[in-house]
């Protein structure tokens, strides 16, 4: 999985509590991104980042925030965890953000049920 | 809404056969993706055709873009019970859009023995 780490692999967490995914790459590539995956809507991006503390929202961003403190860590927070918030979640990297031969690398998940 | 839409949603072949899945986008791209998912797996990056290219092959592996018509085909050659998995295309909007990649739903291949 090209060096990207993602931690828990797995969580169970109560409706109402904060969760944090983790994500670390060893790969010092400069993009950052984390998707949630979810059965008839494919991937859909949560929020970015394009450097250490540049960080911006994506398509489904309500309820999360996310830290790039260092280039290999890029943490996604779930500040009140909801039901519909249950989903598999990827985090990837990509080297460039704007050439045209660019291609992202994406970690193994994290599969989160809120209940 | 998803930027771009598969077709079909799932496809059942024998080994051997060819697979032809087909993605739609809706607005002007930079580039064009393919990205194959295994069962409980991330996804693994296939092939990238940019919107000045027309076709692009990688092994067994070839892919069309027609922006004319918004739209783009991954054909598989020969294919093996191993291509089973999931298949997503991502358009990539180029400018200031810093690499982001929007999914279409997929298609599901099983290729049986």
Not at chain 1, 72 to 96: G, K, P, R
Not at chain 2, 31 to 51: A, D, E, K, M, T
Not at chain 2, 75 to 92: E, G, P, V, W
Request: charged residues 20%.
């Amino acid at each position: 999985d090209a060096g990207i780490t993602q931690s828990p692999r797995h969580k169970v967490t109560e409706t109402g509590t904060p969760v944090t995914l983790r994500c670390h790459q060893t790969e010092n590539h400069r993009y950052m991104y984390w998707y949630r995956q979810d059965p008839g809507h494919g991937l859909r991006l949560i929020h970015y980042s394009y450097g250490v503390k540049d960080t911006d929202k994506g398509e489904v961003s309500d309820g999360y925030s996310v830290s790039r403190s260092k280039t290999e860590d890029f943490l996604l927070t779930l500040e009140s965890a909801t039901s519909s918030q249950t989903s598999v979640y990827f985090c990837a990297i990509s080297e460039s953000g704007q050439d045209a031969s660019e291609t992202q690398y994406f970690g193994p998940g994290t599969r989160l049920l809120v209940l | 809404s998803q930027q771009g839409e598969e077709d079909p949603q799932a496809l059942s072949i024998q080994e051997g056969e060819n697979a032809t899945m087909n993605c739609s986008y809706k607005t002007s791209i930079n580039n064009l993706q393919w990205y194959r998912q295994n069962s409980g797996r991330g996804l693994v990056h296939l092939i990238l055709i940019r919107s000045n290219e027309r076709e692009k092959h990688s092994g067994r592996l070839r892919v069309t873009l027609d922006t004319s018509k918004k739209s783009s085909s991954l054909l598989i050659t020969a294919s093996r019970a191993a291509d089973t998995a999931s298949y997503f295309c991502a358009t990539n909007a180029g400018g200031t859009s810093y690499g982001k990649l929007t999914f279409g739903q997929g298609t599901i291949l099983t290729v049986h023995p």
